[in-house]
């Protein structure tokens, strides 16, 4: 009897312990652009997994994120600072070819960015100080 009760534990102890208990973004509301954990009012700290992944600080959006889309191709991948876009921002159509690429910094468009329409050609958006589009159309 001892050892049934000891195997029981040791087999109970590695199923509860190899079982991840992970997050995803339903798993979230969003409340005045903070994130929380459903059925609690402390803003969230912590990473996401699922169709679409990445980290939270004191609620908002932080580090490096991707999303997937329902076929699992890549959707987009960038990074956020305090909860805005920060940095580089890449694109894909469900095909996995290029729709964007730009940049981002405290959440406002920066630099020129390039769009890649379905049919190949190519899009180039160049932005002044004021983050208004000037576009210009470059055909591949």
């Given at each position: 009897?001892?050892n049934?009760l000891i ?9 509860t ?7 995803i973004?339903d ?9 929380y954990?459903?059925?609690t ?17 004191n ?22 600072k305090?909860?805005k876009e ?15 690429k730009?940049d981002?910094?405290?959440g406002?468009r ?7 329409l ?12 004021l ?10």
């Amino acid at each position: 009897m001892k050892n049934l009760l000891i195997t029981f534990f040791t087999l109970l102890f590695c199923l509860t312990s190899s079982v991840g208990w992970s997050l995803i973004l339903d798993d979230l509301v969003e409340r005045d652009e903070v994130y929380y954990k459903k059925f609690t009012d402390v803003p969230f700290t912590g990473k996401i997994d699922g169709q679409v992944q990445g980290s939270f600080k004191n609620g908002k959006r932080n580090g490096s994120w991707v999303s997937y889309l329902n076929n699992g191709q890549l959707m987009y991948k960038g990074n956020y600072k305090n909860g805005k876009e920060d940095g580089s921002f890449i694109g894909y159509w469900d095909n996995g070819q290029l729709q964007y690429k730009g940049d981002y910094k405290n959440g406002k468009r920066e630099g020129s960015w390039l769009s890649v329409l379905r049919d190949g050609c190519y899009l180039l958006i160049p932005l002044h100080d004021l983050n208004v589009l000037v576009s210009s159309i470059i055909s591949s």
